[in-house]
DNA sequence: TGACTTGGTCACCATGAGGTGACGGAGGAG
DNA sequence: CTCCTCCGTCACCTCATGGTGACCAAGTCA
């Protein structure tokens, strides 16, 4: 066992100092799933697949333009998959490929971050404000 | 053994079921991370305390005043402490909390699947592109 | 008396991301 | 004959993000 715990932590270390946060890999990502809606959309869509005027009722505040732009860049990435069932009225389906479902996990731990943190987050504002706001208690 | 990977994953379902994407929650961390710089810097500052001239010569284009609003903003929450030695000429170092390192993993995360997949998804934008741009070969 | 350093702040401006509302077409319902 | 639904596209406009360059304090060096 305390070999096994000492590999997994020389495979981690060995990894960590490889990659060590580059900056530049990471705006590359963040070009690409940094915007507004592209991560929303692959959470959505990680859950089963969904049709467009779905995702436009199901995303809190998109916009249909917002919806088509997103949606053509995901698929053009290979993320998102777009299926036509030639129907009156016409029905499109969208769903996460395989390719999309790895980001996907990343993902979900940022949210899980979040949901964690987002108390922590809000008592640290709310005392830096206070703090930056009126230093009362320093002054005499 | 099976025992202990069925436990695994009956957690990581109901993990996935308490959590699944929450749209909201994801809006909230892309609102406070998901800016040009701020997970950058983390990143940055993940390998050691650093001077505000040293980050804005490291950080690949950054100009002074995106550097000071973001870092601000990074204490606010907590995620980065602000260290004065008040000497002349100044001398101020950033430094990540170990609460912005509880951050720096998921983060690593995404900086990992970039740096694993950015060739495919070049590879998908480059066939997206080439079906859209002219098929010629399903026209006779 | 300048010029140089660090660590900012401030006012101004440009860009582009993203929202809004109109239009479309093909068929079915009233 | 008109209106509805679905899945978009297009032109237009707004507003927030973020860049630029000037300025500042305070001490040191020439």
Redesign the interface.
């Known amino acids: 066992m305390s070999h096994q715990a000492e590999a997994d932590r020389v495979l981690r270390s060995l990894?960590?100092a490889c990659?060590?946060?580059?900056?530049?890999?990471?705006?590359?990502?963040?070009d690409?799933v940094?915007d507004?809606w592209s991560?929303?959309l692959?959470?959505?869509l990680?859950?089963g697949p969904m049709r467009f005027t779905e995702l436009l009722r199901?995303?809190?505040g998109i916009s249909r333009r917002m919806l088509t732009l997103t949606l053509r860049s995901l698929?053009?990435?290979?993320l998102v998959k777009r299926v036509i069932y030639p129907e009156i009225p016409p029905r499109v389906e969208y769903e996460v490929t395989p390719?999309g479902r790895?980001?996907?996990?990343?993902?979900?731990?940022?949210?899980?971050?979040?949901?964690d943190?987002?108390d922590?987050?809000r008592a640290?504002?709310h005392a830096?404000?206070k703090a930056a706001g009126f230093d009362t208690d320093d002054l005499d």
């Open positions: 990894g960590r990659l060590e946060h580059d900056p530049d890999v990471l705006r590359s990502v963040l690409r940094g507004k991560l929303i692959i959470g959505l990680d859950k199901t995303a809190p698929e053009r990435d290979g390719f790895t980001l996907s996990e990343p993902v979900l731990a940022l949210t899980r971050w979040a949901a943190n987002q922590t987050i640290n504002r830096f404000d």
